[in-house]
């Protein structure tokens, strides 16, 4: 997988994934488990494509971030 996105795109991923997944964890059994659930799988969405530098949309709608050179 080639990577697409640029270190602060990453940065911000994998704040914003542990902030997702801190949330998910926090809020159990106060919040319905499907906002629950979304909120964790969005986060660990976030985390996976915060450290391996490869955004599936991305490659599919041809963005890049990541700076060449």
Do not use: H, Q
């Amino acid at each position: 997988m080639k990577k697409s996105e640029g270190s602060a795109d990453r940065v911000i991923r994998i704040i914003l994934g542990i902030i997702l997944i801190g949330i998910s964890v926090y809020s159990m059994g106060s919040w319905a488990l499907w906002i629950v659930i979304v909120l964790g799988l969005l986060g660990l969405i976030d985390l996976v494509t915060g450290i391996t530098g490869f955004c599936g949309l991305y490659k599919l709608f041809k963005v890049d971030t990541l700076k060449k050179g």
